[in-house]
C-alpha cells in the first residue's frame, strides 16, 4: 500500500507543481527541514535552509509578478520550463518510495507537471479574452490556491489529491472545449 501511496503523492505533487512550481517545492522542503518528510540525496537539499529561502524568494516574486497585467504573460513563459522541472524533481523525490528508475520517476513528472502547464496556458487566454484581462489576477489567486490545496493533499491523503488532479484535469478540459465553442460561433 506504501508504494500505491508513494505513486499516488507523486502525481499531486507534480500536478500542484504544474499550476505553480514554488509552493509544492516550498512544502516539501520545509516538511523536509522539519524532519516531517524523508527525502533521499539529491532531494534532501530541498530542506536546506538555503535552497528554501531561495524557493521562496523566487516563489513570493512569481506569486505577486503573476497578478500585474503583462507581466504574468511574461512569467507563463518561462513557469512553464520552471514548472515542469519542479514537477520532475517532486516525483523523482516522492516516488523512492515505490521504487521507480529514477528516469522513469523524472520522466512522469515532467509529463504531469507539463501537461497540467500546457492545459492552464491553454486556459489562460479564455479568462484573459472574456475579461479583458482584469479576471488575471483572480485566477492566478485560484491557481495557487489548488496548487496549495493539491500539495497538502498530496503529502497527507494521496489518494484526495490524485481524484483532485483528474478533476482538474477535467474541468480545464470542459473549460477549454466550451470556450472554443463560443470563439467558432463569434467568428463563423
Known sequence: MEVFSGVLSALGLSGAAGLNAYIPLFLVGVL??????????????????????????????????????????????????????????????????????PTLATALGLLVAGGIQTGRAAVRPAATTLTAGVGNPVVSTVEDGLSLGLSVLALFVPALAALGLLGLVWWAWRLYRRWGQRRAVHTA
Do not use: C, E, R
Open 32 to 101: 523536509a527541514n522539519l524532519g516531517l518528510v524523508q527525502l533521499d540525496q539529491p532531494f534532501d537539499l530541498l530542506g536546506n535552509t538555503w535552497t528554501l529561502l531561495v524557493i521562496f524568494l523566487v516563489g513570493l516574486a512569481d506569486f505577486v509578478g503573476d497578478k500585474i497585467p503583462g507581466v504574468d504573460h511574461v512569467l507563463h513563459l518561462v513557469s512553464g520550463w520552471v514548472g515542469a522541472a519542479a514537477g520532475a524533481v517532486l516525483f523523482a523525490s516522492q516516488a523512492g518510495v515505490a521504487d521507480l528508475s
